[in-house]
């Protein structure tokens, strides 16, 4: 069974940093671009960024661009997403895809509030 686990998640005061990670064991991470999406609540998911297979070539979607990076360790099968200054408006559930979505992780939680 295909399988991503994400953590990292949890509450952080308006302004502050969170570093999320998703790891596998269960496929050569290597081989696959790979991204991150939210879902906050009451919406539907959102895309939120992207990396290729070797981690050059990255893209974001708007509302997080120059606020989130996200970076690859392919030797360690870990994708990351650091996200900083964060806002309430990002307060979702972020889960890690492989490739175009035929493989989803279950989540970690991302609670913005004073």
Not at 9 to 21: A, D, F, I, K, T
């Amino acid at each position: 069974e295909l399988q991503l686990v994400e953590s990292g998640g949890g509450m952080v005061q308006p302004g502050g940093s969170l570093r999320l990670s998703c790891t596998t064991s269960r496929f050569t991470f290597s081989s696959y671009g790979m991204a991150w999406v939210r879902q906050g609540p009451g919406k539907g998911p959102e895309w939120v960024s992207n990396i290729d297979t070797g981690g050059g070539t990255t893209d974001y979607a708007d509302p997080v661009a120059g606020r989130f990076t996200i970076s690859r360790d392919n030797t360690r099968n870990t994708l990351y997403l650091q996200m900083n200054s964060l806002g309430p408006e990002n307060t979702a559930l972020y889960s890690c895809v492989r490739g175009e979505g035929d493989c989803w992780g279950r989540g970690t939680q991302v609670t913005v509030s004073s």
